[in-house]
């Protein structure tokens, strides 16, 4: 298996990230808002912790950082479960369909998402 590049996590997770932010303006349930708001606040930042890498780094393979992304893959697998009932709109539940298991690859090879 290829390992990811920091700047191809970087994309990654900025892909996951955008679309998350779209979808938490577009749920009206409280819940679904305070899950998706874990999710798009520790993206932040696991993203926050590598713009802090130098360009040069950002070749090397990508580890997660912080521990709240480390630990998000159940978190990650409630939205996946929830995509189709959460957003009403086609192009969010696909961003989202698209996004979602690159970013969960990143945490681990047991969080794959189908």
């Known amino acids: ?49 590598l ?4 360009i040069e780094d950002h070749s090397m393979p990508y580890e997660p950082i912080t521990a709240k992304f480390r630990s998000s893959c159940k978190k990650l697998s409630v939205v996946q479960k929830n995509i189709e009932s959460w957003f009403i709109r086609t192009t969010t539940s696909e961003r989202v369909s698209v996004a979602l298991p690159k970013a969960a690859a990143l945490i681990s090879d047991e969080c794959l998402i189908v």
């Open 1 to 49: 298996m290829q390992q990811t590049s920091i700047a191809e996590a970087i994309l990654a997770l900025d892909e996951l990230l955008q679309a998350l932010n779209d979808a938490y303006w577009e749920v009206n349930n409280i819940n679904q808002k305070d899950a998706l708001f874990e999710i798009v606040t520790t993206l932040h930042e696991e993203t926050n912790e």
């Open 51 to 54: 713009a802090k890498l130098s």
